[in-house]
């Protein structure tokens, strides 16, 4: 298992903004495809955001479409989710999620056996 380590939660008001980062830790994160995800309690793991091997692709889930931003900078081993616009419904545990498999992470938001997670960073949206 590879190891991820999220940073960059907070309570944040609506409107506001967040840079959550996910840094790789022991391996280079450029062989992998990125996604996050987010999860309420008592509610279905989300999917996000994803960013593919190239980190030109990528894919976002509609609630965040247009608000929210990933990126990958492989000089510092990290991709970040830049969250501007933010709303209450925001508020979850999110977490950073590596596959070598792209079309499962990005596009099927599932998950495999091969796919390594961080241990999550909890936003807070209000006021």
């Known amino acids: 298992q590879l190891q991820l380590v999220e940073s960059g939660g907070d309570l944040v008001q609506p409107g506001g903004s967040l840079r959550l980062s996910c840094a790789g830790s022991?391996?280079?994160?450029?062989?992998?495809?990125i996604g996050w995800f987010r999860q309420v309690p008592g509610k279905e793991r989300e999917g996000v955001s994803c960013?593919?091997?190239?980190?030109?692709?990528?894919n976002y889930g509609d609630s965040v479409r247009g608000r929210f931003t990933i990126s990958r900078d492989n000089a510092k081993n990290t991709v970040y989710l830049q969250m501007n616009s933010l709303k209450p419904e925001d508020t979850a545990i999110y977490y950073c999620?590596?596959?070598?498999?792209?079309?499962?992470?990005?596009?099927?938001?599932?998950?495999?056996?091969?796919?390594?997670w961080g241990q999550g960073t909890q936003v807070t949206v209000s006021s």
């Open positions: 960013i593919g091997i190239d980190g030109r692709s990528t």
């Open positions: 022991g391996f280079t994160l450029d062989r992998y495809a």
């Open positions: 999620a590596a596959d070598v498999l792209e079309w499962k992470l990005c596009v099927q938001w599932e998950m495999t056996s091969r796919t390594s």
